[in-house]
Nanobody, 109 residues
């Protein structure tokens, strides 16, 4: 079974950037996703990326977040620019029913 490991989270100020990574333990062939969950809120889909590079972004992050994928490295990325306090959440990588443990992103105002 594929295992997913996220990294790159941290504490930043509003307006700054972070880049998250998610490494899979073996090659993946389906769509991979980034989700986030803030305290007291439901987990929400942030971005998706297919093996051919086709991608989608949630309306809340469109134009600020950019998902990408490196199939040779079995890795997906989430470049997050102009971070805002409402982006504070734990960010998770997902592949079908498989989830990583998440990486925390905290944005202070």
């Amino acid at each position: 079974q594929v295992q997913l490991v996220e990294s790159g989270g941290g504490v930043v100020q509003a307006g700054e950037s972070l880049k998250l990574s998610c490494v899979a333990s073996r090659s993946t062939f389906g769509v991979m996703n980034w989700y986030r969950q803030a305290p007291g809120k439901e987990r929400e889909l942030v971005a998706t990326v297919a093996r051919d590079g086709t991608k989608t972004h949630a309306a809340a992050v469109e134009g600020r977040f950019f998902v990408s994928r490196d199939n040779a490295k079995s890795t997906i990325y989430l470049q997050m620019n102009n971070l805002q306090p409402e982006d504070t959440a734990k960010y998770y990588c997902n592949y079908f029913s498989i989830w990583g443990r998440g990486t925390q992103v905290t944005v202070s105002s």
